[in-house]
């Protein structure tokens, strides 16, 4: 395999079985399920001609959900900062101001950090396990987020059963980017708790 | 209840082989390989075929049912 290891033209690592892997899922006459099929054969083949060093799909979908987690607070904070009853400013030198730089801070660093792993290692591809888990991962975070959405309808109805809830025009998107965000969170810190249950990532190869 | 279990394990050391190494010939990570040697996945078809390829034997040789006496 690796004596049929060269770069393309953009420097990707290719060889002929990923070519042709390329070629055959271009065909317009593929189902849906062998298209599935070939990417993830693709992506293994990739994966195996890569030389660099391999990162966990676990590693990697815990910072996944690290920055999923950044995200959230970002469009969350200005969210709840906007739609108070005068607005809290975040952009002017004050506390909110200050709480809003430092969480845009930690981001980016997170950032910088993510996209230094990203291209010193390999990334496992998900295989039948992982997709299985992602799913399930994915059911519970749904499950999570209308759990979260009826608590908060809940304490609200009864802290101010007759009251008005506005929400400011211009925090519908801030709501909207927060509650997909923090899908994203539960989905990804869900799977990594189920991937690492019962085994352990780190566990001993046989001797 | 039956309960599926596998020679994985056996086959793969008689063969002085790697839960990595085994892992990347067939296409999963290894994290999947130590899961199905602890019977606590159940793979697919694809899968159960590919590894019995791998060691030259048959789905059925490599994983099978047993009788449980728990209800």
Known sequence: ?207 | MAELKTKLKEYRASRDMKQGDLAELVGVRRETIIRLEKGQYNPSLKLAMDIAKVFGTTVEELFFYEDSDEI
């Not at chain 1, 042709?20 to 317009?28: A, G, I, P, V």
């Not at chain 1, 298209?35 to 660099?52: I, S, V």
């Not at chain 1, 995200?71 to 002017?92: C, Q, S, V, Y």
């Not at chain 1, 025009?169 to 923090?182: G, K, R, V």
């Open chain 1, 1 to 207: 395999m690796k004596e049929n290891r060269t770069t393309n033209n953009k420097g990707i690592v290719t060889n002929e079985k990923i070519m042709k892997l390329q070629k055959r899922l271009n065909e317009n006459n593929l189902t849906r399920a062998e298209k599935h099929d070939l990417t993830e054969e693709l992506n293994w083949e990739k994966y195996r001609a890569d030389p660099r060093p391999s990162m966990a799909l676990r590693k990697f979908k815990f910072m996944d959900g690290l920055i999923y987690l950044g995200d959230t607070l970002i469009f969350g904070f200005m969210g709840i900062t906007d739609n108070t009853k005068n607005g809290i400013d975040h952009k002017g030198f004050n506390a909110a101001g200050i709480v809003m730089c430092v969480i845009i801070a930690l981001l980016i660093a997170l950032v910088f950090v993510y996209l230094h792993k990203h291209s010193k290692y390999k990334i496992e591809p998900m295989d039948e396990l992982a997709n299985r888990n992602m799913n399930k991962a994915q059911h519970a975070a749904f499950l999570c987020l209308v759990g979260i959405g009826f608590a908060f309808a809940l304490i609200k109805g009864l802290l101010n059963a007759t009251g008005v809830t506005t929400i400011k025009n211009n925090t519908i998107i801030d709501l909207l980017a927060t509650t997909l965000f923090i899908y994203d969170f539960f989905a990804n810190m869900i799977f990594v708790y189920l991937e690492g249950k019962d085994v352990s990532a780190n566990e001993e190869e046989d001797e």
